[in-house]
């Protein structure tokens, strides 16, 4: 059983950046890692993960300006937020599954976060 906390949400203002953090609680060894996304109509979309053996995947819209890292013994996944638009306005949710790709399609999430907003203005 794992538990995920997401912080480091808030308001910035175009071109700007934020640092959200995932800390998990409970065993973490083999899961991927990841984050997803929700803007206000919108479905959940894929933003980035990173695998137990530290490959990491981004979606295209956010492919150079995001990084996702692994820290704390693997238990804490952050992504840092650069060049922020206000598309990328949205509930951030941490994640963890057994496969990146199917976690990619929404698919084989074993656990959720409860989110945190991003609220980029221009």
């Known amino acids: 059983q794992l538990q995920l906390v997401e912080s480091g949400g808030g308001v910035v203002q175009a071109g700007g950046s934020l640092r959200l953090s995932c800390s998990a609680s409970?065993?973490?060894?083999?899961?991927?890692m990841a984050w997803f996304r929700q803007a206000p109509g919108k479905e959940r979309e894929f933003v980035a993960a990173?695998?137990?053996?530290?490959?990491?995947f981004y979606a295209d819209s956010v492919k150079g300006r995001f990084t996702i890292s692994r820290g704390g013994a693997e238990s804490t996944v952050s992504l840092q937020m650069n060049g922020l638009k206000t598309e990328d306005t949205a509930v951030y949710y941490c994640?963890?599954?057994?496969?990146?790709?199917?976690?990619?399609?929404?698919?084989?999430?074993?656990?959720w976060g409860r989110g945190t907003q991003v609220t980029v203005f221009s």
């Open positions: 409970g065993y973490v060894e083999g899961y991927v």
């Open positions: 994640a963890a599954g057994a496969h990146y790709s199917s976690m990619r399609a929404l698919s084989g999430i074993d656990y």
């Open positions: 990173n695998t137990w053996g530290g490959l990491t």
